[in-house]
């Protein structure tokens, strides 16, 4: 079999019965990235080689290829119809080495002056003392000499002007561009945000993400780390379909800056194009994130904000609640966040609230009597009533017998608790009577100073400003999670009642 070399203008080619060949013949190699810089070195329109293509070892700088990205050999550079014209890498690496060449040859030139010097200057001295009177002036004019070295220095000076007075002036617009580039670099990473921003500094902390500490913030990332390494990033509905996981591009940013950037846009309620731009990355790289890592958080903080049991309640009640109400197990209350009205009639009806004349989504929070949020209900339409979504939420199958829950007096679920035997604490009605007596004046007092925790809690909830004004349609099918992480993160706040 016969194999031409596919290089233009090549006449070499092999032959199994031509022995005295002495140019080797190489396969396109299987490496992609190198069979790629062969086949842009061959330079040929429209032609790809198959498994009979060779090119020669004449093409070769030392007759052989080599696998490393940086030899000269890694691709063939040597073609007989190209001109030999030095590329401007090449004049640099030239002035590069004639520099480095030159200076070692005045340094070990100055190193031989200074022998030369210290040596006459011994010399000098012995005959000083010898001849002190005779040789004075002689002396005298020998150390008013420039020394050698100097003029050795004005040699290289000289040399240097004239080194870089022949350089090409590619060569010269290259070195300015590459110094433009690099103060470009560093200019975009001063104004490009990262956790350095809020790196050891609480007040930072809490106002971009609203946990207490930048400790706290370290912590929750250790413990999200593990999981968001091997995290499949969201990138819509068909994203568990795909078996290849979908990781975020070359140029993303690090995972506790993707967590910083997703935690400022639950506090601060910011638009994802401000945090875009803040992160430098494109408003669909942080959706994607946000998407995911709302995600991941929802169902890690889960784990570690369970129900408490009866024991653990016990033992972390306030002295206010162990003197009149000891069996108190959770208090209730509902909130309502604004939502986009919907275009559908039907969904408009079933989200509109008529206590907020507007349409909302509605929570039920319960919280324990030390203010740890403890329970929160899925997101509900506006029109739900407080009874429905006591009873639908599933609050109720986590209580024990003999448990207590205090709540206000839009809930009406004492015949539901006393299925469980439980009780209700509550405000109590007037009725028919004309105005409360003393002892109802002063129960209501009672569960209010104590009940109005779960306001307070609700608040610090509310101070994510993703909240603000109306949530739009776009991330209402994200709502129960945005909300339920929310108040997880609220948690790790210090306690309401100590």
């Known amino acids: 079999m016969v194999f031409n070399c596919v290089v233009f203008q090549c006449s070499n080619r092999q032959s199994t019965s031509d022995k005295e060949n002495r140019c080797s013949f190489f396969r ?39 696998d490393d990205p940086s030899d000269i050999n890694y691709r063939p550079t040597l073609f ?21 060449n030159l200076l070692q040859t005045v340094k070990e030139q100055k190193l031989k002056v200074q022998e030369t010097e210290t040596a006459c200057l011994t010399s000098s001295v012995m005959m000083h003392s010898s001849y002190a009177t005779a040789g004075q002036d002689v002396e005298m004019e020998e150390l008013q000499e420039p020394p050698v070295y100097n003029q050795l220095d004005k040699s290289l000076s000289d040399t240097s002007m004239l080194l870089t007075s022949s350089v090409d002036p590619l060569l010269k617009e290259n070195m300015l561009l590459r110094k433009e580039n690099e103060e470009l670099r560093a200019a975009l990473q001063h104004h490009k945000w990262t956790i350095k921003k809020i790196a050891d500094n609480d ?22 780390k593990p999981k968001a390494e091997r995290m499949q990033y ?4 068909e994203t568990y379909q795909k078996q290849d996981r979908q990781r975020a591009s070359t140029n993303c940013i690090d995972l506790i800056d993707q967590f910083f950037a997703v935690l400022m846009r639950l506090r601060l309620g910011l638009f994802v194009r401000d945090i875009a731009e803040r992160f430098k ?30 024991e653990i309640v016990d033992r972390t009640m306030p002295d206010a609640f162990k003197t009149r109400y000891p069996k108190t197990r959770v208090i209730i209350d509902c909130t309502e966040i604004f939502l986009q009205r919907s275009a559908s009639l039907v969904n408009q009806s079933l989200t509109y609230s008529n206590y907020k004349n507007h349409n909302t989504v509605k929570f039920l929070i319960g919280i324990t009597p030390s203010g740890v ?16 979504i006591t009873l639908e939420s599933g609050i109720l199958d986590l209580l024990d017998e003999n448990d207590s829950v205090m709540a206000d007096k839009g809930f009406t679920i004492k015949d539901l608790l006393e299925k469980k035997n439980c009780t209700l604490n509550m405000p109590p009605f007037k009725g028919i009577s004309a105005q409360f007596t003393t002892e109802q004046v002063f129960e209501t007092q009672e569960i209010a100073k104590l009940r109005i925790h779960v306001e307070r809690s609700i608040g610090r909830v509310k101070n994510f400003h993703i909240f603000d004004g109306v949530m739009p349609l776009s991330i209402a099918p994200q709502s129960t999670q945005i909300f339920k992480v929310c108040c997880w993160l609220t948690n790790f706040d210090e306690p309401l009642v100590k």
């Not at 207490?212 to 999200?224: A, G, Q, S």
Request: net charge positive; charged share 25%.
């Open 28 to 66: 396109f190699p299987k490496d992609v990235r190198k069979r790629k810089a062969w086949v842009i070195a061959v330079n040929r329109a429209d032609w790809a080689p198959n498994e009979y293509s060779r090119i020669c070892s004449a093409h070769f700088v030392d007759g052989w290829h080599s």
């Open 80 to 100: 007989s119809y190209k001109e030999k014209d030095p590329s401007v890498s090449e004049l640099d690496r030239n002035v590069r080495l004639a520099s480095r």
């Open 203 to 224: 007040q930072k902390t809490r106002f971009y993400t609203g946990l207490p500490k930048f400790v706290v913030f370290m912590w929750l990332f250790n413990y999200l």
């Open 234 to 237: 969201w990138t819509g509905s």
């Open 281 to 310: 990355i494109s408003e669909s790289t942080f959706s994607k994130y946000f998407s995911s890592w709302l995600l991941l958080l929802y169902e890690e903080l889960k784990v570690i904000n369970p129900f408490p049991s009866r």
């Open 373 to 388: 949020i403890s329970f929160v209900s899925e997101g509900w339409g506006g029109r739900v009533s407080d009874r429905q």
